[in-house]
């Protein structure tokens, strides 16, 4: 089974950019699809962006026309490129495979204000 590991957050003001990095152990081309998801201190874990195998993407409303995610198959990795970050995109992020994923450590991000 591949599994994902999550780098690439940190502290960062409001309007500023991060990019996320989830590298597979192995190779990506036995999953179909990777989705990032994120959760802030006490609430639920939410979804955020996702890309399948074909280049097709799938964003949350709160993150479209500020985030991008894309996929590496040659480095065996997904990124998530955030721009014009807010406060309230503060939360733990994870990547998960589909199918067949379990959930890593994650990556904190904090945005200040």
């Known amino acids: 089974q591949v599994q994902l590991v999550e780098s690439g957050g940190g502290l960062v003001q409001a309007g500023g950019s991060l990019r996320l990095s989830c590298a597979a152990s192995?190779?990506?081309?036995?999953?179909?699809?990777v989705g990032w998801y994120r959760q802030a201190p006490g609430k639920q874990r939410e979804f955020v962006a996702y890309?399948?195998?074909?280049?097709?993407?799938k964003y949350a409303e709160s993150v479209k026309d500020r985030f991008t995610i894309s996929r590496d198959n040659t480095k065996n990795t997904v990124y998530l490129q955030m721009n014009k970050l807010k406060p309230e995109d503060t939360a733990v992020y994870y990547c998960?495979?589909?199918?067949?994923?379990?959930w890593g450590q994650g990556t904190q991000v904090t945005v200040s204000s």
């Open positions: 192995g190779s990506m081309f036995s999953i179909d699809a």
């Open positions: 890309i399948n195998a074909g280049g097709t993407t």
């Open positions: 998960l495979a589909s199918p067949g994923g379990s």
